[in-house]
């Protein structure tokens, strides 16, 4: 249909017929790769020129970065219309309309924050053809090698790029997205990851100068409440002590089917410090960390202040790795197991694999496996107190005859001990059978 042909030393031209006519684009200066490409791409012209049909995405992209003099002799042989003196969108006013547009939670919007900050670093304002796939992937590079962040941190980024980029196209800001075939990787940061042996909470705990910090670290590591966002939320109300249950607002799952709440157990490490703030309790708060409302709170440093009280070393994301040891403590409890540790953390199975379980030290696993200073097994909570783990009911073994009430296992067979046989005399030598 067509060929390439060297008119001189590194300068090509592609040759092809149409409507009888012998026609040629010259490219100029290029390598013969680059060469084997254009044909690709004005074949695909030549045949939706035949067709009466629209080239493809991909070949209306590859139009759209063409250099104008390029452009125009195509135009000239017939394969595209000229182009229209439309401005190209720049990356500023993707960003800006991103921007203008989102709806997430203040936390997601900081992290893309960070993301298009290194998009205009590093591609500046420049128009969004410009943007090509060889240069998202320098980028990724860049954010790897330049910038030295974590593999999960350059992860999240490339995702977030995608993100903004997809919404560009549905904007009709650009037709193709460059960052579609950029390898991810994965998210969760291996190394950053520290299982929080319960004795070093209940340090923590007792270096705390008051009651409600008590309390904050007690429910990010055995009540596996996400802080602050969830214990901000969180009032006397949600607090049954009578069935030993709590209500657990989630702003993060909200926008979930059924993921606005949960229910947890109280669990005993939890009932101390609940009572000791409600001791403090004024007449008239609604909310359990009633002195938080309203409030920039900057938790990590308290944190880091009563770690150094404690003598402990600062491990790192220290609610998240509190959260995930008790999530990864109640996988492994035989009465819980990972479904219901997902439900009562509030995940699921897919997140929590990569996100929150992790190996258990040997040190921990005889602590739970001897129930030590822990709640799970011997803790007093059982499935019947929560309300979506009870256990079937078993059937009835009553039945109802006319006014009286007749039990089942009367009119069934009763069976025979397990250690008794049931033929006192065993079979003689000649069988069944008369001999």
């Avoid at 490409?37 to 759209?64: C, F, H, M, Q």
């Avoid at 135009?75 to 439309?86: F, H, I």
């Avoid at 977030?160 to 579609?180: D, L, S, V």
């Avoid at 657990?248 to 157990?265: A, L, N, Q």
Wanted: charged fraction near 25%.
């Amino acid at each position: 249909m067509a060929s390439i042909h060297e008119e001189s030393p590194k300068h090509w031209r592609v040759t092809f017929t149409l409507d009888g006519w012998y026609k040629n684009i010259r490219l100029g200066k290029c390598t013969k790769n680059d060469a084997k490409t254009a044909l690709i791409y004005v074949e695909r012209l030549i045949s939706s020129k035949r067709l009466a049909s629209a080239p493809d995405g991909e070949t209306i992209a590859w139009l759209n970065r063409l250099d104008q003099k390029i452009y125009d002799r195509i135009v000239k042989a017939g394969l595209a219309m000229p182009r229209q003196t439309q401005k190209v969108p720049t990356l500023k006013e993707l960003i800006d309309k991103f921007k203008g547009t989102f709806t997430g939670k203040p936390q997601t919007a900081v992290a893309y924050g960070h993301t298009t900050r290194n998009l205009l670093a590093y591609f500046t304002d420049c128009p969004l053809n410009q943007i090509t796939e060889q240069r998202a992937d320098e980028f990724r590079v860049w954010l790897d090698k330049a910038q030295n962040l974590s593999r999960a941190t350059v992860a999240r980024r490339i995702i977030a790029a995608r993100t903004i980029w997809k919404n560009g196209q549905r904007w009709k800001m650009t037709i193709e997205n460059p960052f579609t075939g950029v390898k991810a990787g994965n998210q969760a940061n291996e190394a950053r990851k520290r299982f929080v042996p319960a004795e070093d909470v209940f340090k923590l705990m007792d270096a705390c100068p008051d009651a409600l910090l008590r309390l904050v670290i007690a429910l990010g590591r055995f009540g596996g409440v996400r802080v602050p966002s969830e214990i901000l939320l969180l009032k006397w109300e949600d607090v049954n002590w009578e069935k030993r249950l709590i209500h657990i607002t989630s702003p993060k799952t909200e926008h979930h089917t059924g993921g606005g709440s949960r229910i947890i157990p109280l669990f005993p490490e939890l009932e101390g410090p609940l009572k000791d703030c409600l001791n403090q309790t004024q007449d008239g708060e609604v909310f359990i960390f009633q002195q938080y409302q309203g409030k920039s709170l900057n938790l990590r440093t308290q944190f880091n202040r009563i770690a150094q009280r404690a003598g402990l070393n600062v491990w790192p994301k220290p609610f998240h790795n509190m959260r995930a040891s008790r999530q990864t403590e109640l996988t492994e409890m035989p009465n819980i197991g990972p479904h219901r540790a997902c439900q009562i953390m509030g995940n699921s199975l897919r997140v929590a694999e990569p996100h929150y379980l992790m190996p258990t030290p040997p040190e921990e696993l005889v602590r739970l496996a001897l129930s030590i200073k822990t709640s799970g097994i011997n803790s007093g909570i059982t499935l019947a107190q929560i309300p979506s783990l009870q256990p079937p009911v078993p059937p009835s073994t009553k039945t109802q005859s006319g006014d009286k009430t007749v039990d089942k296992q009367q009119l069934l067979p009763q069976h025979a001990d397990k250690y008794r046989y049931v033929h006192k005399k065993s079979l003689g030598a000649a069988g069944f059978e008369p001999a």
